[in-house]
């Protein structure tokens, strides 16, 4: 597929500047999970984490994640920055903090969860770090933990777009939502109203000009709109709705991998939107070994949750076989790493980074 290439023009390169999924990675940040606390087990928790996962909440609720369960994934993070920084990218983390000390609005009192996914945090859109205002309260400072960097970033030429903070007061939570019911007469529910702006970053995904965007327990209305009208005109922000019935973060439905390539949860993407009649769709194979990892806050296709160093190198967690093998078949260069003990954090590769600058140009792919 060639692209068209919509003469954006940059005098000197910037320091942040990525447009899509799969242009060569430069930059990165890769998060830290020191300091993760588990978040209690109530009716946000109940509506967005999986129900066998029920027990771990009410059992940490409020606390740091076991020892253990931290070294390990620290490790595997470590892992992941060495790997990135040895291919010559450069790697860059956030401040490590300890998120269990409580903090209070005017309205309500909770504690923080963890600086490991800059992903649901932040969203690079050519020149400017969109950062999300977020939607549950146990993740409303968690921004912080970035502070240095964007500031950093910011001094080097970077625009950094911050979301307005909603209140999370009780007008921000559906009184109705019932995680029983995710739909109502076909219209999907969310626990989120749309009383306030409110979005995640990870529910956004970039192809270019073209960025699609799914509402989700975490992203609202108003969030998508505050998008579409700050990132301006260059930007074309499409709402999409798949089949997962309690949605939130996009990168476990679609990846895109190059341009003309997609790869497709087949299990929530029946269709897709007519956009992509002319891309090669690729429908990921069953994710291996489900359970053999505690999947606390997550579905189990963290499978395909993978990071793309170009148009062809893609790092994806070690156990997937049989997605490597797929990827293998369709031209790809899986780099295979051990990530098993992160996805208890809910996440895997993708959702653990935030690409900060990849060698492209703004360009049309549909
Ligand atoms: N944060 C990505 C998890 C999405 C999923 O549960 O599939």
Request: aromatic content about 12%.
């Amino acid at each position: 597929m060639s692209p068209k290439v919509a003469g954006h023009k940059t005098a000197t390169r910037q320091i942040v500047c990525s447009y899509n999924e799969w242009d060569p990675l430069e930059e990165v940040v890769v998060g830290v999970v020191e300091g993760a606390t588990v978040p209690p087990w109530d009716w946000i928790a109940k509506a967005t984490m999986p129900d066998h996962a029920a027990w771990f909440f009410k059992k940490h609720g409020g606390k740091p994640f076991p020892k253990k369960m931290i070294e390990k994934a620290a490790e595997e993070l470590n892992g992941l920055a060495a790997l990135m920084k040895k291919l010559g990218i450069t790697v860059r983390r956030p401040e490590k903090m300890d998120f269990s000390k409580e903090y209070r609005t005017p309205w309500w009192k909770s504690r923080g969860l963890y600086a490991a996914m800059p992903r649901d945090v932040f969203m690079v859109v050519g020149e400017t770090i969109v950062e999300a205002p977020m939607a549950w309260r146990t993740r409303y400072f968690e921004g912080q933990a970035y502070r240095e960097l964007m500031v950093e970033y910011f001094r080097d030429g970077a625009k950094w777009l911050p979301a307005p903070k909603p209140s999370m007061d009780k007008h921000f939570y559906s009184k109705t939502y019932d995680t029983d019911t995710p739909y109502v007469k076909g219209k999907k529910q969310f626990p989120i109203t749309n009383h306030e702006i409110a979005f995640d970053a990870a529910d956004f995904v970039r192809f270019g000009r073209d960025i699609l965007v799914q509402k989700s327990h975490v992203t609202n209305e108003l969030g998508i709109e505050w998008v579409r009208r700050h990132i301006g005109p260059d930007y074309r922000v499409h709402e999409v709705e798949f089949d997962d019935p309690h949605p939130m973060h996009i990168d476990t439905t679609i990846v895109p991998l190059a341009p003309g390539k997609i790869l497709i949860n087949p299990s929530w993407v029946k269709k897709l939107p007519g956009m992509f009649k002319s891309w090669d769709v690729l429908p990921a194979p069953e994710p291996a070994n489900s359970f053999d990892s505690a999947l606390y806050f997550s579905s189990d296709w963290l499978s395909i949750n993978i990071l793309s160093l170009d148009e062809k190198r893609v790092i994806v967690e070690e156990k997937e076989e049989p997605l490597i093998r797929a990827l293998k078949q369709w031209g790809f260069e899986p780099i295979p790493i051990a990530f098993r003990n992160f996805y208890p954090f809910g996440g895997s590769v993708h959702c653990a980074t935030l690409d900060v600058r990849r060698r492209g140009e703004l360009a049309s792919y549909f």
